[in-house]
């Protein structure tokens, strides 16, 4: 509170202390006080990041939602790798990616492997050389990402969790990458995502994180971008609720194993006992 008032602190940190300022009063029940300081934090990173571009955001949606058609994504799926050991969480941060992950890494089959940075590098990779349609640059990049997935797993590990939330802009070149790959969207009330976004400090390049409105439109583009997956893609998409996951954990757990394609295995009901 003192480094708050001190002229010497820059506003990027001051946007920090507000940030776990409004924790505090959050965990002591003062809900109004720590809706203060998240107001204050992001009034401070958006006056020193910038605002959020919603009709560029949308016109991005639009692009990739008329570049991958179901007729491009039938097409072009045949040649790509057949490797079983893909699988994708994906949804808004804050939506339950985590939890998930952490569910199926507990289970002896499986590696999670954390937040990969590898299909967005592939896209922007692609893209710049306008290569996405060639067959053996396709299968170079699968290739590439398949060994930094499995670097740090089980020779034998029969699936590689990837919990990249933002991947779900990408699930129509994952598709060309991988024709086995299986996508797990999770969901959760949009107002708990909100708040929990609004509430973190994420990175400068996040924008839409400092308004709520911001986050509500972000959303909204995110479901609409999956729903166009979910029509256009042959890919398996299992829709994974937090709710439902909180209310009724081993249910949603056999659910889960089941799309994944493993055997039931008790250790991930203990997930938060997993040593990673």
């Known amino acids: 509170e003192a480094m708050l008032i001190d002229a010497g602190v820059p506003e990027q940190q001051k946007a920090f202390l507000h940030h776990v300022l409004g924790k505090r009063s959050d965990g002591l029940g003062d809900h109004p006080g720590a809706a203060a300081h998240w107001d204050a934090a992001n009034r401070l990173r958006r006056s020193q990041d910038g605002a959020f571009d919603r009709d560029a955001h949308a ?5 990739i939602i008329a570049t991958f058609t179901a007729e491009c994504l039938r097409s072009d799926r045949d040649p790509v790798l057949r490797d079983e050991r893909p699988l994708f969480v994906v949804g808004m941060p804050r939506s ?4 998930v992950e952490q569910i199926l890494a507990a289970h002896p089959q499986a590696h999670g492997c954390g937040e990969l940075g590898g299909i967005p ?3 922007d990779a692609m893209s710049a050389a306008d290569t996405w349609r060639d067959e053996q640059h396709r299968l170079r990049h ?3 990402y398949l060994e930094i997935a499995a670097r740090h797993a089980p020779q034998d ?3 590689l969790v990837d919990k990249q939330p933002y991947n779900f802009m990408h699930l129509g070149m994952i598709g060309m990458l991988f024709a086995d790959a299986r996508i797990v969207w999770c969901r959760r009330d949009p107002r ?3 708040l929990s976004i609004y509430s973190e400090n994420f990175a400068p390049s996040a924008t839409h994180a400092t308004d709520l409105g911001d986050i509500a439109f972000t959303i909204e583009q995110q479901e609409r971008l999956m729903r166009h997956w979910q029509a256009a893609s042959s890919l398996p998409i299992l829709e994974m609720h937090y709710e439902r996951m909180v209310e009724d954990n081993e249910t949603q757990i056999r659910r889960l194993l089941d ?3 493993l055997p039931w295995d008790a250790r991930c009901l203990d997930f938060h006992a997993n040593r990673r």
Do not use: E, I, S, W
Request: hydrophobic residues 55%; charged residues 25%; proline residues 0%.
């Open 192 to 194: 708990d995502v909100a």
């Open 121 to 123: 590098t592939v896209v």
């Open 142 to 144: 699968a290739l590439d």
């Open 96 to 99: 339950g990616t985590t939890l």
């Open 259 to 261: 799309f994944a394609g």
């Open 157 to 159: 590990a029969r699936r």
């Open 59 to 63: 016109a991005r949606v639009d692009a």
